[in-house]
T-cell receptor, first 110, second 113 residues
Framework: QKEVEQNSGPLSVPEGAIASLNCTYS??????FFWYRQYSGKSPELIMS????GDKEDGRFTAQLNKASQYVSLLIRDSQPSDSATYLC??????????FGKGTMLLVSP | KAGVTQTPRYLIKTRGQQVTLSCSPI?????VSWYQQTPGQGLQFLFE???????NKGNFPGRFSGRQFSNSRSEMNVSTLELGDSALYLC????????????FGSGTRLTVV
């Protein structure tokens, strides 16, 4: 069974802090990884993708991948209250099937 | 450009009925996937279509089926509805594969009573 595991949270951080979100995956064959943000009552929105070991930065977001440890993380710098949402980690199995974690709820307090 | 469009947004059905949900992908996108989201199970993959062919199927009973038309629009059908089918059904599209991630529609909220 291919699985993606995330801490459900909530992860609470003060405004301006760095939020660190983590996930692990079981399928060593997965090559592509994604972070989606989902606001309450809304659909998931793709915010980051990462395909190779190391870091990938996009604005305030940095995704990190370690295939040897089967570990993916997302760092959000200068967290804002508008970042409060559930963050979903996903691994691509094969070429078209995304396996999602259950998500980590992030709460950023002003 | 227009995003992924799902209709209807909300549905209330009675146990035993069947339901059809519709999804129009982003123009040019040929891969359409369907997911079920519930508070307990999270997002679970139902099936994926590409060029009118089902390429992948998740671990759901045969009551869940889908199809894709030549214009890439897709429908999913659930027959003999059960209370446990109450969920948010999300459609997502991509150009051809999931390599660059999928774009999700707003979803259809199905309530079975």
């Amino acid at each position: 069974q291919k699985e993606v595991e995330q801490n459900s949270g909530p992860l609470s951080v003060p405004e301006g802090a760095i939020a660190s979100l983590n996930c692990t995956y079981s399928d060593r064959g997965s090559q592509s990884f994604f972070w989606y943000r989902q606001y309450s009552g809304k659909s998931p929105e793709l915010i980051m993708s990462i395909y190779s070991n190391g870091d990938k930065e996009d604005g305030r977001f940095t995704a990190q991948l370690n295939k040897a440890s089967q570990y993916v993380s997302l760092l959000i710098r200068d967290s804002q209250p508008s970042d409060s949402a559930t963050y979903l980690c996903a691994a691509l199995a094969g070429y078209s099937t995304l396996t999602f974690g259950k998500g980590t709820m992030l709460l950023v307090s002003p | 450009k227009a995003g992924v469009t799902q209709t209807p947004r909300y549905l209330i059905k009675t146990r035993g009925q069947q339901v059809t949900l519709s999804c129009s992908p982003i123009s040019g996108h040929r891969s359409v996937s369907w997911y079920q989201q519930t508070p307990g199970q999270g997002l679970q993959f139902l099936f994926e279509y590409f060029s009118e062919t089902q390429r992948n199927k998740g671990n759901f009973p045969g009551r869940f089926s889908g199809r894709q038309f030549s214009n890439s629009r897709s429908e999913m059908n659930v027959s003999t509805l059960e209370l446990g089918d109450s969920a948010l059904y999300l459609c997502a599209s991509s150009l051809a594969s999931g390599d660059y991630g999928y774009t999700f529609g707003s979803g259809t909220r199905l309530t079975v009573v």
